[in-house]
């Protein structure tokens, strides 16, 4: 498995919850990740990226604030600490993968699901109000 999502379950509106996703791709620091979630009867939505150099951290307007992504090129991790959580944060979230040398960062949106060719397994979250 080169991607692997854990953390995920069940809390209260206002709760906090940490993701983490352990990765196993050759050259850890080359490539950019994200966090993606998918509700249910919803469609796939960016939440957010962790990219390279300068404001290499990105988010979603629904998660900007409450949320903080950031990677261990050491450990090989990237996590999702969630605070503040609300109902309809509930989602199976996964974590992907984004080779820059398959999808040139000058043309390739960090937050378009397109952009990332290797997907984890999905935690669910799921918060209740």
């Given at each position: 498995v080169?991607?692997?999502?854990?953390?995920?379950?069940?809390?209260?509106?206002?709760d906090?919850?940490?993701?983490?996703?352990?990765?196993?791709l050759?050259?850890?620091?080359?490539?950019g990740?994200?966090?993606?979630?998918?509700?249910?009867?919803?469609?796939?939505?960016?939440?957010?990226?962790?990219?390279?150099?300068?404001?290499?951290?990105h988010?979603?307007?629904?998660?900007?604030?409450?949320?903080?992504?950031?990677?261990d090129?050491?450990?090989?991790?990237?996590?999702?600490q969630?605070?503040?959580?609300?109902?309809?944060d509930?989602?199976?979230?996964?974590?992907?993968?984004?080779?820059?040398?398959?999808?040139?960062?000058?043309?390739?949106?960090?937050?378009?699901?397109?952009?990332?060719?290797?997907w984890?397994?999905?935690?669910?979250?799921?918060?209740?109000?």
């Amino acid at each position: 498995v080169q991607l692997q999502a854990f953390g995920g379950g069940l809390v209260q509106a206002g709760d906090s919850l940490r993701l983490s996703c352990s990765v196993s791709l050759p050259g850890f620091s080359s490539w950019g990740f994200g966090w993606f979630r998918q509700g249910p009867g919803k469609e796939r939505e960016f939440v957010a990226a962790a990219t390279w150099g300068y404001n290499s951290t990105h988010y979603s307007d629904s998660v900007k604030g409450r949320f903080t992504v950031s990677r261990d090129n050491a450990k090989k991790t990237v996590d999702l600490q969630m605070n503040n959580l609300k109902p309809e944060d509930t989602a199976v979230y996964y974590c992907a993968a984004w080779d820059p040398t398959s999808r040139s960062p000058d043309t390739s949106p960090y937050d378009s699901a397109g952009t990332y060719g290797r997907w984890g397994q999905g935690t669910e979250v799921t918060v209740s109000s």
